[in-house]
């Protein structure tokens, strides 16, 4: 069992930047895609960026150059570094750890971010 815990989330004005933090409770290694996913308010979860394990990303047409994923191992930690927000990007953002092998699928308990216009 893995415990991931989420922080940076906040309230911020639209143009501004925020940092989430996504940090497991084990090595993350040995997981194959890491991602944080938001869910907009009524809406369904999306996924906004992923990350390999041999550091391969993806983002989200929505946040393309605005947004950067981005994982060190050695602290177990993986990051979103969010800039330019916009107030669609309003969501409870959640990071996603899942290992193909063993079928291992973790979700982090969701932060809060609110963009202002």
């Known amino acids: 069992q893995v415990q991931l815990v989420e922080s940076g989330g906040g309230l911020v004005q639209a143009g501004g930047s925020l940092r989430l933090s996504c940090a497991a409770s084990r090595s993350t290694f040995s997981f194959n895609v890491i991602g944080w996913y938001r869910q907009p308010p009524g809406k369904q979860r999306e996924l906004v960026a992923a990350?390999?394990?041999?550091?391969?990303?993806n983002y989200a047409d929505s946040v393309k150059g605005r947004f950067t994923i981005s994982r060190d191992n050695a602290k177990n930690t993986v990051f979103l570094q969010m800039n330019s927000l916009k107030p669609e990007d309003t969501a409870v953002y959640y990071c996603?750890?899942?290992?193909?092998?063993?079928?291992?699928?973790?979700w982090g308990q969701g932060t809060q971010v609110t963009v202002s216009s």
């Open positions: 990350i390999s394990r041999g550091g391969s990303t």
């Open positions: 996603n750890f899942r290992a193909v092998v063993t079928g291992e699928n973790y």
